[in-house]
């Protein structure tokens, strides 16, 4: 695979993620499904046939 090919690959599958976790985190919000007036996410990021682990952590005020 050359590297641009590689990178629209990556980006696609970037987006895709964004796209969906954003519509999931709202939708949580909006039904009143969160305990306390912060949200703390994690997001991992881990590869099935590679050595990928990593993380990413905020937290997000709701009041």
Same mark, same amino acid.
């Given at each position: 695979?050359? @590297?641009?090919? #590689?990178?629209?690959?990556? &980006?696609? #599958?970037?987006? $895709?993620?964004? !796209?969906?976790?954003?519509? @999931?985190?709202? &939708?949580? !919000? &909006? @039904?009143?499904? !969160?305990?306390?007036? $912060?949200?703390?996410?994690?997001? %991992?990021? %881990?590869? $099935?046939?590679?050595?990928?682990?990593?993380? !990413? @952590? %905020? %937290?997000?005020?709701?009041?």
């Amino acid at each position: 695979m050359d @590297e641009d090919s #590689f990178n629209i690959a990556v &980006r696609k #599958f970037l987006k $895709e993620v964004g !796209v969906t976790s954003q519509r @999931e985190i709202e &939708r949580i !919000v &909006r @039904e009143n499904k !969160v305990d306390g007036r $912060e949200l703390k996410l994690r997001m %991992t990021l %881990t590869a $099935e046939n590679a050595p990928l682990r990593h993380v !990413v @952590e %905020t %937290t997000i005020d709701l009041s």
